[in-house]
């Protein structure tokens, strides 16, 4: 058995920033961040061990510091916070705050603001919370629900696939023909690395593997990138998830895993599958060698 890995996977620049920040910060001063730093839970029980606190809402947070994730967040979510005289440790990734941009860059153009992505997502909810009015969209029926406006301006959650992105504006220019339609890709270059990287290790692979968070979206698109190309996809959180039998027949196995998913849990489980591809090849070997050694005498 063959094991290939993803030339692109795992962490991305902006969560392994977050999670360093978190880390020295927690060395010196009590910490709360607010929601999950990233949608890892191997992760965030590693923080937790480090007396670092999680809350969903600014009101229940009791540390001098609290924590802006790397998903970001809204100017009314941080005005709550400042309100509370509480100092913020800012660890939102430098694409989100792109994405921001890009948002707040179409409506002060005159765009009526498209969000591609999962709405009650945190980074989604982010980008949204301060706007007047917007719609977030995720397939064809969404973008066929939407009611027709002078123009549309497209930004998309930072891990969602490009392609469905691009197809779903496409969708807006047949369905709005009038309209104008303005897309400001904001899919981070990490997000298209992995996708791309996926596609090519599914189409070598008889299994592939896929490491990361239950509630990690840029991990099940992932899977879903690779269940496109491959039968047998499987989505492990870490080496313990993973089972003998789904390797039974395979001649080469891929290995991909989320941004939010730390070395040492992809190697331990390239190690694992290496270790079953070593006992599987010596119980081939053992029989051939013995047979061999009959034939002689």
């Known amino acids: 058995m063959k094991i290939l890995r993803a030339t692109h996977l795992g962490m991305c620049f902006g969560v392994r920033d977050a999670i360093a920040l978190a880390l020295d910060e927690a060395r010196v001063h009590p910490l709360t961040i607010l929601g999950e730093l990233v949608h890892n839970e191997t ?18 947070v009791a540390t001098p510091t609290v924590m802006i994730t790397a998903h970001g967040t809204s100017e009314r ?7 509370r005289g509480l100092a913020v440790l800012e660890a939102t990734c430098p694409l989100v705050h792109l994405a921001h941009r890009a948002v707040a860059g179409l409506v002060s153009a005159g765009f009526h603001p498209v969000i591609v992505g999962q709405r009650d997502h945190v980074e989604v909810r982010g980008l949204t919370d301060d706007l007047a009015e917007f719609d977030v969209v995720l397939t064809d029926e969404d973008v066929d ?10 930004a998309a959650q930072t891990t969602q696939p490009v392609e469905r992105v691009r197809r779903l504006v496409a969708r807006l220019h047949e369905r709005f023909p009038r309209s104008e339609v303005r897309f400001a890709d904001s899919v981070c270059q990490p997000t298209k690395q992995r996708q791309a990287a996926a596609i090519e290790l599914a189409q070598r692979s008889d299994v592939v593997v896929v490491i990361g968070g239950a509630h990690s979206n840029n991990t099940r698109e992932l899977v879903a990138t690779c269940g496109r190309f491959c039968a047998q996809v499987h989505h492990v959180q870490t080496a313990a998830d993973l089972r003998r039998e789904w390797f039974a027949f395979a001649g080469t196995v891929g290995v991909t895993a989320g941004t939010s998913t730390p070395d040492a849990m992809i190697d331990a489980v390239e190690n694992r ?25």
């Open 145 to 154: 629900r939407l009611a027709e406006r002078p123009r549309f301006g497209v």
């Open 77 to 83: 979510t941080l005005g709550r916070v400042k309100e």
């Open 43 to 60: 992760v965030v029980a590693a923080l937790r061990a480090r007396g670092i606190q999680t809350v969903k809402d600014a009101a229940s």
């Open 273 to 297: 599958l290496r270790q079953w591809a070593a006992e599987t090849a010596s119980q081939f070997t053992a029989p051939a060698a013995a047979n061999a050694a009959l034939a002689v005498h």
